[in-house]
């Protein structure tokens, strides 16, 4: 991910359906004030601050011109409605302050879906088991995915979604896989 300093703006034109819609339009010229996508951003309303009870946290996929396309609920915050005159800023989240720190490791030791909070996921059973992914969405997140006992490990796509044009890939004892989520359904091993 990357940053940029004052990527700050308002919304011109709301997603539709304001609670799902996947884009906006920002204030004419202020698209250039973000970072290259993806990013995180968080939305609310114009006069308060941003709260977990009226904001929301979005993954920008695409941005062209002021027309941001968005990824809705990240990061575990609900959706809202998003309305004209909401305020946008690219700012730093819980995911984009992870990635200034060590990896959150999780142990896990049966069957196990990644989700937000999942930097890497060691898994320890003598038995095989299946790691399925969160769904892909362009995001650029990196999920490692360990082995340290003889199990074999499946990762799996969600759905029918493909790593490196696999639908799961095979991780053995000692092993190790990364996934970095490059495009809507796509994950590729790096």
């Known amino acids: ?17 304001a609670t799902t819609g ?3 339009e920002v204030t004419a010229g202020d698209g250039a004030l973000f970072p290259a996508v993806p990013f995180n951003a968080v939305v609310w309303p114009v006069g308060e601050m941003p709260l977990s009870t009226n904001a929301e946290i ?8 002021d027309v941001l396309t968005i990824v809705r609920q990240k990061e575990e915050t609900p959706a809202r409605s998003i309305i004209v005159g909401d305020r946008v800023a690219a700012t730093i989240t819980a995911y984009t302050a992870r990635t200034f720190r060590f990896l959150n ?5 049966t069957t196990y879906t990644a989700d937000d909070n999942d930097d890497l996921i060691i898994c320890n059973s003598a038995n095989d088991f299946t790691v399925t992914l969160m769904p892909a969405t362009g995001s650029g997140r990196i999920l490692n995915i360990k082995n340290i006992n003889s199990g074999e490990i499946t990762v799996d796509g969600n759905g029918s ?3 490196d044009g696999e639908l799961n890939q095979s991780v053995i004892q000692d092993d190790n896989i990364q996934v970095c989520d490059y495009s809507t359904g796509l994950w590729v091993v790096i």
């Open 105 to 109: 490791a999780a142990i896990k030791t």
């Open 58 to 65: 979005v993954t920008v996929t695409d941005s062209t011109g």
């Open 22 to 24: 996947t884009t906006l």
């Open 161 to 163: 979604e493909t790593i």
């Open 1 to 17: 991910m990357e940053y940029k300093n004052f990527a700050y703006t308002r919304v011109v034109t709301a997603p539709s359906p």
